[in-house]
């Protein structure tokens, strides 16, 4: 294109449209040459100064959706993170799974004694004699990033957990971390803070190249939300039943029933379902 239009991203910044951006996104979620040239030609024949990034996503999608349905769900796995609201129950659970993939055993949502009060932890994670106390910091927005107080806090609360356990024989030694996971992302000084405190951090995109991102495409965990055939209500049902993962759809397929879909739709979806964890 040889001007260059401006798009609006979600933090109310500009920047130049890149062709290039969005057929990296495109080829990350598995679509073909083909349909990601085809894609961007129609996305680039509506574009106009000022048009918001999330215009041209949902541009994207839907272009996506009607080509490569199963790459379609992919593709809107970041929007998908950001609806396993309202509550944050369902991330603690996604964030067990992945610690879980990890090989640890996983506890969610426990009340455990620190030296000086009780804490409510989100996620345990124990292997061996290694054990994580995870805090999960849920946002529906992607504007949204945890900054340094978010880990000053943890970090706190972790330290008084350590304290009283290692006074417990029955944790002797043992080799406690704190950890905290999030579904968009950390600041510059969170991500320093975390660094030099000894404080893990897992977010979309950090560690870098290791982030959730990749991890959910590595091991096949996606979340149901990213499912193009089920209505925003009824993956709100399934969500409120402890379903939070297509995998699990695959080993409890008798939840579809219960919130309502016919024998045809169960069907469409559990096809969507087997190809994304395939």
């Known amino acids: 294109m040889a001007k260059k239009i401006m798009i609006r991203k979600v933090s109310g910044d500009m920047e130049p449209f890149s062709r290039n951006k969005l057929a990296s996104s495109l080829h990350r979620s598995g679509a073909d040459k083909e349909a990601v040239e085809s894609i961007i030609t129609a996305v680039e024949s509506t574009l ?27 593709y809107k796995l970041k929007k998908a993170m950001m609806e396993l609201g309202p509550t944050g129950y369902p991330f603690e659970h996604f964030v067990g799974e992945v610690f879980r993939r990890m090989g640890y055993e996983v506890e969610v949502g426990q009340v455990l004694q620190g030296h000086c009060v009780t804490h409510e932890v989100d996620v345990i994670a124990t292997k061996g004699k290694e054990q994580y106390f995870i805090e999960c910091k849920y946002y529906q927005r992607t504007g949204k990033n945890a900054n340094v107080q978010v880990p000053m806090y943890i970090r706190s609360r972790v330290n008084d957990l350590i304290e009283y356990r290692n006074t417990l024989a ?80 695959l080993d409890y397929p008798d939840a579809l029933p219960t919130i309502g879909l016919d024998e045809a739709k169960r069907r469409k979806v559990m096809e969507e379902v087997r190809y994304l964890c395939s």
């Open 170 to 249: 029955e944790f002797d030694g043992f080799d406690f971390k704190g950890c905290v996971a999030t579904n968009t992302r950390f600041t510059s000084d969170a991500i320093s803070f975390g660094e030099c405190t000894g404080l893990r951090l897992l977010s979309w995109d950090y560690p870098k190249g290791n982030g959730l991102k990749e991890f959910i495409d590595q091991e096949r965990i996606f979340p149901i939300t990213v499912l193009t055939r089920l209505l925003v209500a009824d993956k709100q049902k399934l969500m409120e039943q402890g379903i939070v993962l297509c995998n699990q759809l």
């Open 48 to 74: 106009f100064d000022g048009i918001s990034s999330r215009k041209i996503y949902d541009m994207a999608f839907s272009l996506l959706r009607k080509k490569q349905l199963g790459i379609a769900a992919r």
